[in-house]
């Protein structure tokens, strides 16, 4: 109904008691989010829209009764709206609305129909915690009958399973209460008997699982014999390994050797020029000391020669000096 339109939400349903030849049962109504006056505790606040050039386009309640009520939209706090059903008994509208300043129902929420009585009323009146009680024990007989009949239900038959779930999904969205993860549970229940089906179909129809077993079977043995190879193998490579290490270490100590024999014949090679050297000046030396030595031994030869004629002269002389001697003293 235009002017008693709350901020702008999507309207759910509930099921609320109507009296009906005197009787009470249960009806489907639609219901909307509003804002109860705060001031006269009587008046659903219209939500208007500003056109000012302060705060163009920024929605507000405004009572339709009491001009002092004021508030912007988006000041609200969300708890201070209530959901308003429409009218139980005649559906005429949503309804009035009142809640109860004195006595002792001082505090309390009265729903009555939108008719005043008097004027064609249908009598709907119902209190607000009377109609949230309700539509939560219907919520809950609502779940607990979804869960008893899945229960029962064989798991092979998803799909009957699934339109029972949205059959009961259909009549909790009439209630004003979130369902949401209760509905997520069911889903996931149902998804999962389904999963549950083909796997359980697929491994009766399927004669691929003892291949795969079989399959399985003769891999595990060949294995079985690479993982013996492979340990022979690997000890093998780490003896390798390690008899490498062993030749690598004599290698080096070889090279060691083999360096200090060529730095030693480096020594020699140049100890030996050095020799060779001075064997050239000896053999030079000597070949001239030999020439003086031949010289020198011809000097001598016939400076012996020359002592010996000396000496057999000095040797005649002397007998004729003795000779001589003798004759003069005789």
């Known amino acids: 109904m235009k002017g008693l339109l709350s901020e702008p939400t999507t309207s759910r349903v509930f099921i609320s008691p109507t009296k009906t030849n005197g009787n009470w049962s249960e009806r489907l109504h639609q219901y909307q989010r509003c804002l109860l006056c705060p001031v006269c505790n009587a008046s659903i606040c219209r939500l208007k829209t500003s056109n000012t050039p302060k705060n163009p386009g920024r929605q507000y309640y405004k009572c339709p009764t009491r001009d002092n009520f004021f508030k912007w939209a988006d000041e609200v706090n969300p708890n201070q709206l209530i959901d308003v059903p429409n009218c139980g008994g005649c559906s005429a509208g949503a309804c009035r609305v009142r809640r109860e300043t004195i006595g002792p129902n001082a505090g309390r929420i009265l729903f009555m129909c939108r008719v005043k009585e008097g004027e064609g009323s249908c009598g709907y009146r119902v209190w607000q915690d009377e109609l949230e009680m309700s539509t939560s024990s219907q919520s809950t007989n609502n779940c607990d009958d979804l869960l008893t009949l899945l229960e029962t239900m064989d798991v092979k038959d998803h799909v009957a399973m699934r339109q029972a779930a949205e059959a009961t999904f259909t009549a909790m969205d009439h209630l004003p209460f979130g369902h949401q993860d209760f509905k997520n549970c069911v889903n996931e229940l149902i ?26 079977s003769r891999e595990r043995t060949r294995l079985e014999e690479i993982n013996c190879v492979h340990a022979e193998t690997t000890y093998t490579v780490t003896n390798k390994k390690k008899h490498l290490k062993d030749l690598h270490k004599e290698i080096s100590s070889t090279l060691d050797w083999l360096f200090r024999i060529e730095a030693e014949l480096s020594c020699f ?38 002592f010996e004629r000396k000496e057999a002269e000095f040797d005649a002389a002397k007998a004729a000096y003795y000779r001589a001697r003798a004759l003069l003293r005789g």
């Open 191 to 216: 998804h999962c008997a389904s999963s549950l089906s083909e796997i359980e179909q697929s491994m009766h129809t399927n004669d691929s699982y003892q291949r795969l077993v079989e399959h399985c």
């Open 269 to 306: 090679d140049v100890e030996m020029r050095d020799i060779e050297l001075g064997m050239e000046q000896i053999s030079r030396d000597k070949e001239e000391l030999e020439g003086k030595y031949s010289i020198a031994f011809k000097e001598l030869e016939e400076t012996k020669k020359l």
